[in-house]
C-alpha cells in the first residue's frame, strides 16, 4: 500500500513567491497534519485537519500561511509572498483515526525541502 | 522554550553494542510518549511508544524507559545493527492535546561495523 506522498520534494523560490505544496496522504485516514522542519531542529506542528474540517492551526507562523483539504484527502499548504525564513522542510503526515496515541500512529511523508532565496 | 530535549546531537557506537539515547522534556502534563526514527531524504518513521502509566516498553531490539519523576525517558537498542544509523527524535503529546506532537532536535546515531 502506498504511504503519503508529497509533491513537489523539492522547490526553490524568490523571495515574495507563492508556493504550493501537496500532500496525498494514506487513503481513509481521517487526521491529517502539516509540521515545519528548520535545519537542526525537530519537527513543529503547523495545523491539524481532521476530514475536511480545519481543527486547529495556532501552529501556522504568520497569516501567509494556509492550509486546506477541501474534500478530505488531498491537502494544500500555501505560502504566500515567501521569505527567507520560511526555508524549512514541511513534511505531512496522516493517521486512521483522530489523535496520534495508542494506536493512532502519525505516519510521515518525505517532505518537500523549500528554499527561499 | 524547548518542552522537549535531546541533549545529544550525536551518539556512535559499535555494532552488536548497546545505543542509549536519551529525551527530558519539562511539560508534566505529557501523558504519552513516542520514539520516531529518521533516515535522510525521508520522513519520520514510528518507532516505539509508551504510555505515562507505565515505565517500560518493549518491542524487539528497542526497549523504552520512562522516569515520570525525573521527566526522563530512554531508548535502548540492542544489540545495534549499522541499519539503526539515522536521527532518532523523542516526541511528547499531551497537555491539553492528543494529537500535536511536540519534537525534541534530535539525536543522529552512528553504527559502526
Known amino acids: 500500500g502506498a504511504g503519503v506522498s508529497q509533491s513537489p520534494r523539492y522547490k526553490v523560490a524568490k523571495r515574495g513567491q507563492d508556493v504550493a505544496l501537496r500532500c496525498d496522504p494514506i487513503?481513509?485516514?481521517?487526521?491529517l497534519f502539516w509540521y515545519q522542519q528548520a535545519l537542526g531542529q525537530g519537527p513543529e506542528f503547523l495545523t491539524y485537519f481532521q476530514n475536511e474540517a480545519q481543527l486547529d492551526k495556532s501552529g501556522l507562523p504568520s497569516d501567509r500561511f494556509f492550509a486546506e483539504r477541501p474534500e478530505g484527502s488531498v491537502s494544500t499548504l500555501k505560502i504566500q509572498r515567501t521569505q527567507q525564513e520560511d526555508s524549512a522542510v514541511y513534511l505531512c503526515a496522516s493517521s486512521l483515526g483522530v489523535g496520534a496515541g495508542g494506536n493512532e500512529t502519525q505516519y510521515f511523508g518525505p517532505g518537500t525541502r523549500l528554499l527561499v532565496l | 522554550d524547548q518542552q522537549v530535549k535531546q541533549n545529544s546531537p550525536s551518539l556512535s557506537v559499535q555494532e552488536g553494542r548497546i545505543s542509549i539515547l536519551n529525551c527530558d522534556y519539562t511539560?508534566?502534563?505529557?501523558?504519552?510518549f513516542l520514539w520516531y526514527k529518521k533516515y535522510p531524504a525521508e520522513g519520520p518513521t514510528f518507532l516505539i511508544s509508551i504510555s505515562s502509566i507505565k515505565d517500560k516498553n518493549e518491542d524487539g531490539r528497542f526497549t523504552v524507559f520512562l522516569n515520570k519523576s525525573a521527566k526522563h525517558l530512554s531508548l535502548h537498542i540492542v544489540p545495534s545493527q549499522p541499519g539503526d544509523s539515522a536521527v532518532y527524535f523523542c516526541a511528547a503529546l499531551g497537555g491539553g492535546s492528543n494529537y500535536k506532537l511536540t519534537f525534541g532536535k534530535g539525536t543522529l546515531l552512528t553504527v559502526n561495523p
Open positions: 511539560n508534566s502534563m505529557f501523558d504519552y
Open positions: 487513503s481513509g485516514h481521517v487526521s
